[in-house]
């Protein structure tokens, strides 16, 4: 009773810390004269995307200082929560997403006047998305694929290129010794590569987005932007204002989602859920709230091009910055349980990204079509059919 007081506790606290945030970050893309695509994509997604990368991070440390008593379990909570919370992204959050143009319909469209028919699509740059989506899926398969450098297939492979003379001579340059476990040294210098790429790929992305900021044509979503709350008490709207109430914000989403994540892992361990469930369907369910949140926030005022932008930025971020630390710092082999996971992130993705491909728009039925993925997984794991 009393970590379910906490959990609403908690949540109430996110709420409020995204308010914050979300009002902070709007003036800042503001007073930097960004786009709403790239406020959304990289300075919200990037800021809220701090606890669920946290997570793994001090998963990974406790594993490798023998903090914890399972090294083994630690890994599974940290690659868990990696390929976890783009699954969220993907499903879950699109379904909320997607639940908001139901919920807010009419206030919506009050607020697009003339424009009030639209009200049930996203209002957002398809080009836009698109190429987050494609920058997701690319770094997203990556990842992945980086599985097989871990498991009895690529072991064989990579035995069989050992006891090439070229292959033997290559690994002692690099490694400046004869190599007791070539094996080990060659798989870990492919997990080195992709890891390398993912990294390669989001500055690429950041200076992708950049462009198209200062390229494209500003929206007017910042025409009626809110007052900074800062001025409500007297202080004011000012370039160290606004970044200090951003920074109070992304605090206390911080500080409230670490709370909320332990009074759930409280909860689960209670209820007798297994680490890596945990890290894949309840700790990410936490952690994405942000995400989540100010995006249903954004939608409810017709900010569509934050709402979304926040959404498939953070997934870009989380295919690329978290899954190259899980390649690099893990065992990265991705259990059946993980595989499938993974296997429905990117089948969410390619629902979404075909959609606009032939509607042109967004719409709810593809948003709840998205979100629908999160439920099958639910029934796969409860159900017993994926261990």
Not at 175 to 204: E, H, K, Q, T, W
Request: glycine share 6%; proline share 3%.
């Amino acid at each position: 009773m009393l970590y379910a007081l906490e959990v609403l506790l908690m949540l109430g606290g996110i709420l409020l810390a995204c308010e914050l945030f979300t009002n902070a970050v709007e003036h800042f893309g503001e007073k930097l004269n960004l786009g709403h695509e790239f406020t959304g994509s990289i300075l919200a997604a990037v800021g809220t995307a701090l606890p669920e990368t946290i997570l793994p991070l001090v998963a990974i440390y406790l594993a490798a200082t023998g903090l914890a008593s399972e090294s083994a379990g630690k890994s599974d909570i940290a690659i868990g929560a990696i390929i976890g919370a783009p699954f969220m992204l993907t499903t879950l959050a699109m379904f909320l997403l997607g639940l908001s143009l139901v919920v807010n319909f009419k206030k919506r469209q009050a607020i697009l006047g003339p424009k009030g028919q639209d009200a049930k699509f996203l209002q957002i740059d398809k080009e836009h998305l698109l190429r987050d989506l494609r920058f997701f899926m690319k770094t997203f398969g990556i990842a992945i694929f980086a599985t097989l450098f871990s498991t009895s297939y690529m072991t064989h492979i990579i035995d069989s290129l050992c006891g090439q003379v070229f292959i033997y001579e290559l690994i002692y340059k690099i490694s400046g010794a004869i190599p007791n476990a070539c094996m080990d040294d060659l798989s870990f210098a492919l997990r080195i590569i992709a890891a390398l790429s993912l990294v390669i790929a989001y500055i690429f992305y950041l200076m992708e987005s950049y462009k198209a900021s200062k390229q494209g044509a500003h929206d007017d979503e910042y025409d009626d932007l809110p007052e900074l709350f800062m001025c409500k008490i007297k202080i004011p709207n000012t370039m160290t204002s606004v970044v200090i109430q951003m920074l109070i914000g992304l605090g206390g989403i911080i500080f409230f989602a670490h709370h909320f994540v332990d009074a759930i892992q409280h909860i689960s361990t209670i209820i007798g859920i297994p680490a890596l469930v945990l890290s894949l369907i309840v700790c990410p369910i936490a952690t994405e709230l942000p995400e989540k949140f100010n995006s249903w926030m954004w939608s409810s005022h017709a900010k569509d091009s934050l709402a979304m932008g926040n959404l498939s930025g953070a997934m870009v971020f989380q295919s690329a910055i978290p899954c190259s630390i899980g390649v690099l710092m893990t065992p990265w082999t991705l259990s059946p349980l993980v595989i499938v996971c993974a296997a429905l992130t990117m089948a969410s993705a390619l629902i979404l990204y075909f959609s606009i491909g032939l509607k042109s728009k967004v719409d709810k039925y593809t948003l709840l079509s998205c979100g629908s993925l999160y439920f099958v997984y639910l029934f796969l794991v409860f159900s017993g059919i994926v261990r």
